[in-house]
């Protein structure tokens, strides 16, 4: 059995870098009601600041006329809803409208045009005419707010180009949208598993025929990584094989290291997407262990981002088709149901945190597994403890009391379970149907609903692998 040290007299800054933002999918569902609800929701509980999605000058956008104008209705449309919705826009340009594009190439279900431009002299007017366009519509005092990412993942397939292409499309993307204001926010490469970011350095530290602008000509550094081997599929097949969570920390760490090195500290980096794998439809999203998984990681990315940003808000997603089987491994902290996922009460969880950080720390031998992060706010106290699972393991079980707290404390415990705060397990319990009729949706729900007990400072407690919880006390 283990004490989890709680000093009381150890206080710092509280980092949250969890509430960053999240993640939907792209540009068009942003249109969509029932998307809209569930960042409606999300906002509410979880509290992120920016949300980002991809193709924004997507041809179901309809950007580019048929005369060749542009025309940015749906794009001022949908973030109208963003802001709406109490989001600020994290806006990644992309993809290339077909009118545009040097080939006829694309990858996803709605087709993200992966392709450099024809001419790039009409990507620069595009974007030069869709940054007027935001500014007429919403202030430049707001647009200073957001940050403009160029393009995604363009190590992968979502770039046919080459890495000297995508620099030259960063460099007249950024120009572009810097002579509608020069305060406005760019930023990239965007690259998936924190790839190309001593090149990219490199590259925004020497001058560039495309973009005169002197010194370092970025504002932020963005990448992605997940702890997946999985290279991105156009589908929901493949095999996916985990790794542990640590891979994140490890490679935001060394990421980090390379951008003072070369930038500068001053320079935030931000971690434009994460979650437990890469796999389009993978059940390792929906299952309860995600949670633990979650809090794991922002914690251990605290000291080395700026910002983070869960990759997926919703299950309402189209990257490779719609599913609307209850629970099919999909992304988002909310299912096609609505109910909210383990993932969902983890940032509710972390959200709850306020005020200064604790000492907080385990008095046994270091596990990987086992953390917990502790705040304290007008003298209310928020505690969170997980026990992560790594993949294909059993994990490791933790039973634990509270040491540094008052003897009479009495907490109040919130547990995510299976079936309590977690509802994949009750769905694979019911068969895992395809469908649902009301009486399995109200199981469901209940499931959806976290475990409650009230709980004296010097009861043990135990976690079972792949759980958490939050325990909260006033203390005088």
């Keep these: 059995m283990k004490n989890l040290n709680i000093y009381l007299d150890q206080r710092e800054k509280l980092q949250k870098t969890w509430d960053f933002g999240v993640s939907t999918c792209h540009a068009p569902l942003l249109l969509r009601d029932d998307l809209q609800n569930h960042l409606k929701i999300i906002k509410q509980q979880c509290g992120f600041k920016y949300v980002r999605f991809h193709s924004v000058l997507n041809d179901d956008m309809e950007t580019v006329q048929p005369d060749g104008s542009f025309n940015f209705d749906k794009a001022i449309a949908v973030y109208r809803n963003v802001l709406a ?27 993200f045009r992966n392709a450099p431009p024809a001419d790039w002299e009409k990507w620069k007017k595009l974007v030069t005419a869709f940054t007027s366009a935001l500014t007429a519509a919403f202030g430049e005092k707001e647009v200073r707010n957001w940050y403009f990412e160029v393009w995604n993942e363009p190590d992968i397939s979502f770039w046919s180009g080459t890495q000297e292409e995508y620099f030259k499309l960063y460099d007249i993307t950024r120009n572009a949208v810097k002579s509608v204001c020069s305060a406005y926010r760019v930023g990239g490469p965007a690259t998936s598993k924190t790839a190309w970011i001593g090149d990219f350095c490199d590259h925004v530290s020497n001058p560039s025929e495309f973009d005169d602008e002197e010194g370092i000509r970025c504002d932020f550094i963005s990448s992605h990584a997940y702890p997946s081997d999985l290279a991105f599929l156009n589908s929901a097949d493949g095999e996916v094989k985990l790794l542990e969570a640590d891979v994140l920390s490890d490679l935001c760490t060394k990421a980090r290291r390379v951008i003072d090195e070369k930038l500068g500290p001053e320079v935030p980096f931000i971690f434009g997407e994460w979650n437990s794998s890469a796999g389009p439809y993978a059940f390792n999203h929906d299952e309860c262990n995600n949670a633990p998984f979650i809090c794991k990681t922002v914690i251990e990315l605290n000291n080395t981002v700026q910002g983070a940003i869960f990759w997926n808000a919703s299950d309402i997603y189209e990257e490779g088709k719609f599913h609307y089987t209850p629970f099919h491994g999909g992304y988002g902290i909310v299912n096609v149901n609505d109910i909210p996922k383990s993932s969902f009460h983890a940032f509710r969880m972390l959200n709850q945190l306020s005020g200064e950080q604790l000492g907080c720390s385990f008095d046994a031998e270091k596990c990987s597994e086992h953390g917990a992060v502790a705040a304290i706010d007008n003298r209310y106290l928020r505690i969170i403890v997980w026990n992560y699972r790594q993949p294909g393991s059993e994990g490791k079980p933790l039973a634990f009391t509270f040491k540094g707290l008052p003897a009479e404390t009495v907490l109040d415990g919130e547990f995510i379970l299976p079936g309590k705060g977690s509802a994949f397990e009750t769905w694979c319990e019911l068969g895992s149907p395809d469908y649902i009729n009301r009486k399995f949706l109200d199981v469901l729900e209940e499931a959806s609903i976290p475990a409650k007990a009230v709980i004296p400072a010097t009861q043990t407690i135990e976690l079972a692998p792949g759980t958490m919880a939050m325990f909260s006390c006033k203390i005088d």
Excluded: Q, W
């Design 85 to 111: 919705l109490g989001f600020t826009p994290f806006v990644e340009i992309s993809s290339m409208p077909s009118a545009l594009a040097s080939a006829d190439s694309y990858i996803c279900e709605y087709k």
